[in-house]
T-cell receptor, first 116, second 116 residues
Framework: AQTVTQSQPEMSVQEAETVTLSCTYD???????LFWYKQPPSRQMILVIR??????QNATENRFSVNFQKAAKSFSLKISDSQLGDTAMYFC?????????????FGKGTRLSVIA | GAVVSQHPSWVICKSGTSVKIECRSL??????MFWYRQFPKQSLMLMAT?????????EQGVEKDKFLINHASLTLSTLTVTSAHPEDSSFYIC????????????FGNGTRLTVT
């Protein structure tokens, strides 16, 4: 079974600064996807960024980037130029790359507070 | 815009009654949908995988007779919480993926269930 671990229950960052959220995972699969989801107070799940395990290049989406270390099974999220709207719960998630019937396995989440 | 619609967004019911939650894929067909439950300040836990035209697959510890899942069409899955009790109060979220295995998982906006 796959497991996802987020070791930081809470983090805070000053507005405009950079913050990194940690995530490690355990799997015996060789091909899979990793995700970061944001859940603001509205509780809507918003996809932030996605990484395919076979791609060595780290994914980037505007101010969000990841540091994917496959051998170490590490998948951290870096948020640059933090904004007040980034305040939310952030969940790291894993998905096997099999078919459309593969669910996501989530970590416990990191609550990020951006301080003005 | 939203590609997965979930209804209702919130519901309050009395103990012992049943509540039905609908999850619709709006512009794609989904042979598989997933139901998650999220307790306050916790992560999303997979309850079951809903399969169109066949029985749902439940995760360990989830009572299939209490959480009835019906996936009668390619765009609709329903979760019925039968004989609800206060401990069933939670946030329920459905999700679905377009058929291609590399498509991201889309989430509904969730249903907040309160059992009094």
């Amino acid at each position: 079974a796959q497991t996802v671990t987020q070791s930081q229950p809470e983090m805070s960052v000053q507005e405009a600064e950079t913050v990194t959220l940690s995530c490690t995972y355990d799997t015996s699969e060789n091909n899979y996807y990793l995700f970061w989801y944001k859940q603001p107070p509205s509780r809507q799940m918003i996809l932030v960024i996605r990484q395919e395990a076979y791609k060595q290049q780290n994914a980037t989406e505007n101010r969000f980037s990841v540091n994917f270390q496959k051998a170490a099974k590490s998948f951290s999220l870096k948020i640059s130029d933090s904004q007040l709207g980034d305040t939310a719960m952030y969940f790291c998630a894993f998905s096997k790359k099999n078919s459309g019937n593969t669910p996501l396995v989530f970590g416990k989440g990191t609550r990020l507070s951006v301080i003005a | 815009g939203a590609v997965v619609s979930q209804h209702p967004s919130w519901v309050i019911c009395k103990s012992g009654t049943s509540v039905k939650i609908e999850c619709r894929s709006l512009d794609f067909q989904a042979t598989t949908m997933f139901w998650y439950r999220q307790f306050p300040k916790q992560s999303l836990m997979l309850m079951a995988t809903s399969n169109e035209g066949s029985k749902a697959t439940y995760e360990q510890g989830v009572e299939k007779d209490k959480f009835l899942i019906n996936h009668a069409s390619l765009t609709l899955s329903t979760l019925t919480v039968t004989s609800a009790h206060p401990e069933d109060s939670s946030f329920y979220i459905c999700s679905a993926r377009r058929e291609a295995s590399n498509s991201p998982l889309h989430f509904g906006n969730g249903t907040r269930l309160t059992v009094t």
